[in-house]
């Protein structure tokens, strides 16, 4: 790694609004061009791997040059996209080594998340190692970064608990009806409503095991695309009493501004029930659902104040956790810092050694036809007795210095500038 960087350089939701985040996203077969011609062009750049989801696209590179990086990556936007990063758009979050190990880490256990301890980063953590892999490139060091990095987002969500509790209302809506009912896959589920609050309640409850899904919605189009996705049946508001009666957990989203679901209504449908217990989780604003059906008799009815509440306490929960997964990370990257100095020492130690031995054969030659065959077998056997002492200090201390946290790159480089090292190889 010697005179090079790891340097991050990228656009997240905490520094780019979503319409700016859109534009910069890449695709699988784009993030393969650009590390295609990352490795082509003549800026520096030795190893390069891209994060690219909805809320980040984060490159991060070992390079000589940070600064032609960074036009690098403008330019590739502006020529392959047609868009230009620079003209008028907030600066990208550019960070280099110690900050950048931090960052990715970060990323993988969940800090760095809009949501925080979200899961889904993780695997597209994974997925961009996975990419980087495949392309028969060697990223020695940012191979092993992204290995760290997903060793800590696993440590963090296996020893803490930043990824535990709903922290999204329809997450929390569905952690609730599992609570009251321990076999949500038996449970049939009447969705009202076809929009994308109401699709990532389908999307949780499947993930709970669920299968039996009713979509009720005025757009007919709506519903059943709904339906289709989650292996549902798709009914209209007309048809909704009907399907209440066939209900278990039914969940309210949409923009109605007038009650779908009233008290005397709800009272005559659940003396067509025969399903037990019924539960009304309203997560619409205006409400859908009237508030005195609570009072009817086997119906639990939340709505949205009940779930911001349990979303409140469970973030507080999550926030708590934070220093503990720092502390997770910072033992993780400590670490793979401590490989880093490895890496530098060797190359290091190697050539010192060459220039050691290069003046020891230097001075030797001098002899080679001055004495006896039997005279400079001993000058041989003295003079690598006499590097290999000058060398083992050197050595020692390097090694020592390394793997104490106490060699930095700029003792690297003073070494290699006293024993005039870079012009062995020229």
Known sequence: ??????????????????????????????????????????????????????????????????????????????????????????????????????????????????????????????????????????????????????????????????????????????????????????????????????????????????????????????????????????VSLDELDQALTEADIVVTATSAKHYLIEKQQLKAILKQRRRGALLLVDISSPRNIDPQVSDLPDVFLYHMDHLQEVVRENLDRRRAQIPAAEQIIGKIKGEYQDWLKTLEVVPTISQLSKYFHMVRDQELGKYVNRTAEQEYAQLQELSNSIVKKLLHYPIVNLREMANGEQLDQSKINAIWEIFNMKKLDD
């Open 1 to 234: 790694m010697k005179n090079s960087q790891i340097v991050l350089w990228g656009y997240h939701h905490k520094n780019a609004p979503v319409e700016l985040r859109d534009l910069v996203v890449l695709s699988h077969d784009q993030i393969l061009v650009f590390i295609e011609q990352g490795m082509r062009a003549n800026i520096g750049i030795r190893e390069i791997a891209i994060i690219s989801t909805c809320n980040r696209t984060e490159f991060y590179s070992v390079t000589t040059e940070p600064t032609k990086l960074k036009s690098w990556i403008i330019e590739q936007y502006e020529n392959r996209l047609g868009i230009n990063p620079a003209e008028g758009w907030p600066d990208p979050e550019l960070l280099f080594n110690d900050e950048a190990i931090s960052h990715l880490m970060g990323v993988a256990g969940g800090l760095e998340s809009m949501m925080l301890g979200e899961n889904q980063i993780l695997s597209q953590v994974k997925s961009s190692h996975n990419l980087i892999l495949s392309t028969g490139y060697k990223f020695p060091l940012l191979n092993r970064l992204f290995q760290e990095a997903i060793r800590a987002g696993k440590a963090i969500r296996t020893h803490t608990e930043l990824s535990a509790g709903a922290v999204s209302i329809s997450l929390a809506a569905v952690e609730l009806a599992s609570k009251i009912y321990s076999n949500i896959d038996k449970n049939a589920i009447l969705l009202v409503g076809a929009g994308e609050t109401n699709k990532l309640v389908a999307n949780h409850f499947q993930e709970k095991g669920a299968s039996n899904f009713i979509i009720a919605n005025r757009s007919v189009e709506n519903r059943e695309r709904l339906a289709a996705q989650f292996g549902g049946r798709s």
